[in-house]
């Protein structure tokens, strides 16, 4: 009696084996591709040349001056897409002061004068520790520095911030944010 059911069994397993592990991956993939390539291919920029720049779902790690920084992240190592996490770090915690500490004076010794309290989201990790995005207020304590490092005007590069700048979701929800590869790539490319 067992072996009239197993024969059933097996073919059952056969069968949504092909639907799920090959039919239905090959008819997502292909609409992906049809419908939302640069999605599908991870929101990449390329150079002129045709190297990849980056992603613009992914944050970077820039560190020079003449670079707007954006935020913290939370993986090892640091914006690592295939370990993405927060860092369940609670705001009594000594590694989290640490870090925000750390933080705060490294934007200090690239822009003493700036008297301005530093944003919260330029020295925390987002929640999948890879956020791309930055404050409007994130990204004007860093004008003056980048500009002063550039030798270009604070307005051009308010320009540069506002055209990368994406509002709230449906006009409702969040905050407005600035894509932070975006704008560094932007004035890389820019003309003096």
Same mark, same amino acid.
């Given at each position: 009696? &067992?072996?009239?059911?197993?024969?059933?069994?097996?073919?059952?397993?056969?069968?949504? #084996?092909?639907? #799920?592990?090959?039919?239905?991956? %090959?008819?997502?993939?292909?609409?992906?591709?049809?419908?939302?390539?640069?999605? *599908?291919?991870?929101?990449?920029?390329?150079?002129?040349?045709?190297?990849?720049?980056?992603? #613009?779902?992914?944050?970077?790690?820039?560190?020079?001056?003449?670079?707007?920084?954006?935020?913290?992240?939370?993986?090892?190592? *640091?914006?690592?897409?295939?370990?993405?996490?927060?860092?369940?770090?609670?705001?009594?915690?000594?590694?989290?002061?640490?870090?925000?500490?750390?933080?705060?004076?490294? !934007?200090?010794?690239?822009?003493?004068?700036?008297?301005?309290?530093?944003?919260?989201? %330029?020295?925390? $990790?987002? $929640?999948?520790?890879?956020?791309?995005? +930055?404050?409007? $207020?994130?990204?004007?304590?860093? +004008?003056?520095?980048?500009?002063?490092?550039?030798? %270009?005007?604070?307005?051009?590069?308010?320009?540069?911030?506002?055209?990368?700048?994406?509002?709230?979701?449906?006009? !409702? %929800?969040?905050?407005?944010?600035?894509?932070? !590869?975006?704008?560094? &790539?932007? +004035?890389?490319? +820019?003309?003096?």
């Amino acid at each position: 009696m &067992w072996r009239e059911q197993i024969k059933p069994a097996i073919m059952i397993f056969i069968v949504l #084996t092909v639907i #799920t592990g090959v039919i239905y991956p %090959l008819v997502v993939t292909g609409m992906a591709q049809a419908f939302f390539h640069k999605q *599908a291919n991870g929101s990449l920029i390329y150079s002129s040349d045709g190297k990849s720049v980056g992603s #613009t779902l992914i944050g970077q790690n820039f560190d020079d001056p003449k670079y707007f920084w954006g935020r913290l992240s939370a993986t090892t190592p *640091a914006y690592n897409a295939s370990a993405s996490s927060g860092s369940n770090l609670g705001p009594s915690n000594p590694a989290l002061v640490d870090a925000v500490k750390a933080r705060i004076a490294a !934007l200090k010794i690239v822009d003493p004068g700036n008297q301005v309290p530093v944003p919260v989201d %330029l020295v925390t $990790a987002s $929640a999948s520790g890879l956020d791309p995005h +930055l404050s409007l $207020a994130g990204m004007d304590y860093q +004008l003056s520095r980048v500009a002063r490092v550039r030798k %270009l005007s604070e307005a051009s590069i308010k320009k540069i911030i506002d055209q990368n700048t994406s509002g709230r979701f449906i006009g !409702l %929800l969040g905050e407005p944010v600035v894509n932070v !590869l975006k704008v560094n &790539w932007a +004035l890389d490319r +820019l003309k003096k």
